[in-house]
């Protein structure tokens, strides 16, 4: 089993897009915190821990095949939003990206007939539904509930219910 410059290339990308989406979820979290949202807040330090989860699969998964895995820094987030909707609107943004990017690797994998790493991706997919699935709900609330004080309130209160721990 041996893994294509192309892939690995592509792989080592996932990490730095992963690792990213750690990091922005992590500012994302400390904003809530300093600005009054304890909900989004519990949530969003939980997401940049599940996004450094999904960084070290891929970590694993690549050194797993005999191809050391490329650490990358990455780039200072976005560390102040103008609202909660705003904030969570971007992360659904990167959430899409996120996506794109995983369909992108699955159809290298496809061409290249490269089943371990194609089976291994599944898990990717899988999970970006969820996480996509789990933003616009997020968001349909301000559509269903309103953008006042008391809606925000209520809307940050289930974002702190909405933390799941997935399994590994
Ligand atoms: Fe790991 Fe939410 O993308």
Not at 32 to 48: L, P, R, V
Not at 71 to 83: D, E, F, G, L
Not at 128 to 152: M, P, S
């Amino acid at each position: 089993m041996r893994l294509s410059a192309k892939m690995k290339k592509g792989l080592n990308d996932q990490i730095v897009l992963e690792a990213s989406a750690s990091s922005s979820y992590l500012a994302m979290a400390s904003w809530c915190e300093i600005t009054g949202y304890q909900g989004g807040a519990a949530y969003f330090y939980a997401q940049s821990d599940e996004e450094r989860m999904h960084m070290l699969k891929i970590v694993h998964y690549i050194n797993s095949m005999g191809v050391p895995a490329v650490i990358p820094a990455v780039k200072a987030p976005s560390s102040s939003y103008k609202s909660l909707e705003g904030m969570l609107k971007a992360a659904l943004k990167s959430e899409q990206a996120v996506t794109r990017a995983i369909h992108a690797l699955v159809e290298i994998a496809q061409k290249e007939k490269d089943h371990s790493t194609a089976v291994f991706l599944e898990w990717f997919v899988n999970e970006q539904v969820q996480e996509e699935t789990k933003f616009e709900a997020i968001l349909q609330k301000f559509d269903l509930l309103g953008r006042d004080k008391l809606a925000i309130n209520e809307i940050d209160k289930t974002l702190a219910g909405s933390i799941q721990q997935e399994p590994a």
